[in-house]
């Protein structure tokens, strides 16, 4: 672990969006966001970035090897970098220790909007397929889909083994949605932040969050 990196879950923002014995909420319920060790660190960067500005409610788990991939494929390295790196307000942010399976996500009675794995490794895929639970984010996402709320799963893996198939087809059937990091090249992007863009505006379409960061395919425009 680096120093600076949250062993302990930030929960001023968490109590902020609970109000014990009332009856009335007022608060929307959080999303998770989780990074973990698939290529495509700059999809989760990006992703947390809008979400950050947007002051969505959030709780941010990183794997062990999620923090690896930052590091590697975008010099991230503490939280403090993250939180550099995505804009500084993190007000609406609360993170936890993906080693802490015993956190607020961990419980089917946490208030949750649903869940998103950005990116997603093939062995996460395969824990959620299996629903192992051996680490807070493999248990928030059991959690996520045993209470029938919203999993987007953004895997990365090329060539797909059969084992992969199989368990991205299993936690399909269980109600996930898969949405590989695949960028379209319709709108012909010139930068490697666009394809990043056009990924990141799929996520936050399956949220149901309104914000526009990438072209939408209008159809051809063939001169006449
Ligand atoms: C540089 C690097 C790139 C990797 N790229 C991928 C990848 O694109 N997809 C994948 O499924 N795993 C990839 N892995 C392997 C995962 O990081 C590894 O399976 C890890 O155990 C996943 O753990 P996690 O899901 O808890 O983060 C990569 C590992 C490294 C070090």
Request: one cysteine or more; a positive charge; proline letters at 6%.
């Amino acid at each position: 672990m680096k120093g600076g990196r949250a062993g302990r879950p930030d929960r001023g923002s968490e109590r902020a969006h609970r109000s014990a014995g009332s009856p009335v909420r007022r608060s929307p319920a959080p999303w998770i966001l989780a990074i973990t060790g698939a290529s495509g660190a700059p999809y989760a960067v990006r992703l947390l970035e809008l979400l950050g500005r947007a002051k969505v409610p959030l709780r941010l788990i990183i794997s062990g090897h999620g923090w690896r991939l930052l590091e590697t494929e975008a010099g991230i390295g503490s939280d403090a970098d993250l939180r550099r790196a995505t804009g500084g307000d993190w007000s609406n942010i609360a993170v936890f220790d993906d080693g802490d399976r015993g956190a607020v996500p961990a419980s089917g009675s946490a208030r949750s909007g649903g869940m998103v794995i950005c990116p997603c490794s093939m062995g996460t895929v395969a824990a959620i397929a299996a629903g192992t639970s051996r680490s807070l984010i493999e248990r928030a996402a059991d959690v996520t889909l045993k209470e029938r709320r919203r999993l987007i799963l953004v895997p990365r893996e090329t060539p797909l083994s059969l084992v992969h198939l199989r368990n991205l087809t299993a936690v399909t059937e269980a109600g996930a949605i898969v949405l590989p990091a695949a960028p379209g090249f319709y709108h012909r992007p010139t930068k490697v932040e666009q394809l990043v863009d056009f990924v990141v505006q799929r996520v936050l379409d399956h949220m149901g969050v309104e914000i526009a960061v990438a072209a939408r395919w209008e159809g051809e425009r063939r001169e006449r």
